[in-house]
């Protein structure tokens, strides 16, 4: 980053689960005031799909799904609600062949907002979503709801709304994974934009060092037992 701020060079991190088409259409939603102010939030990925056999190295990782996916899930929450200024973890670990968690909730505390970010590799339920993520953002004059095959449910000031999202389709995409192969194509979009306006991307690595920061704070509650303040690391 240092050798490309000196080369004035942009820098930019491929974090794509904000540039899902579900989730760039609640940040829509959001930015617009369909809600009102945000003040809850709960950003989840559960799951039994077997993530070991094309993933082994997760076998033996002793941090595990917090690195593998609640680390995406804690930038949707920034994305939605912005900064956290605290957060604390509790995990731990359901099969017995891992050496990490498979299982871990982090509460995030914003300005005025609180999110709950969960993550599981061992939910066994009768519907497979894999790999779809569930949101849920309360606010001051309503609710905005995803859930399974992205239905989008969305209260605003008494009147609610049902759409069934379609991601967008490519020739070289195929489901279940249409969603996040839709969202390379727009991070992409996102880059080139940027390059060509030379405005700083969304992901750009300063925004990256804040989620990674994020992420290892997340393991430093697990260890202590107690509440991270963001920015302790930097």
Not at 116 to 142: C, M, R, W
Request: proline share 5%; with cysteine.
């Amino acid at each position: 980053m240092s050798a490309c701020a000196d080369r004035n060079l942009p820098f930019m991190v491929h974090e794509n689960f904000r540039f899902q088409y579900p989730m760039r259409r609640i940040k829509e939603l959001v930015d617009a005031g369909a809600i009102g102010r945000p003040f809850f939030g709960r950003v989840s990925f559960r799951t039994a799909h077997d993530v070991y056999s094309a993933q082994p190295w997760l076998v033996d990782n002793e941090r595990m799904i917090i690195i593998d996916v609640a680390v995406h899930l804690f930038d949707l929450a920034r994305c939605f609600f912005g900064e956290p200024q605290t957060l604390y973890t509790d995990a731990l670990r359901v099969n017995p062949i891992i050496s990490g968690e498979d299982v871990a909730t982090v509460l995030m505390h914003m300005d005025g907002a609180t999110c709950i970010v969960d993550a599981s590799y061992e939910t066994k339920s009768d519907h497979n979503t894999y790999p779809q993520t569930f949101v849920t953002l309360e606010g001051t004059d309503g609710t905005i709801t995803l859930g399974p095959d992205y239905h989008l449910q969305v209260v605003s000031r008494g009147v609610v709304t049902n759409e069934d999202l379609v991601i967008p389709e490519h020739h070289w995409a195929s489901v279940p994974w249409n969603a996040i192969q839709d969202s390379v194509y727009n991070i992409q979009r996102h880059w080139v934009d940027c390059l060509t306006t030379g405005t700083t991307p969304e992901t750009s690595g300063t925004d990256t060092l804040t989620l990674l920061d994020i992420t290892l704070g997340a393991y430093i509650s697990l260890d202590s037992g107690e509440r991270y303040s963001v920015g302790s690391l930097s």
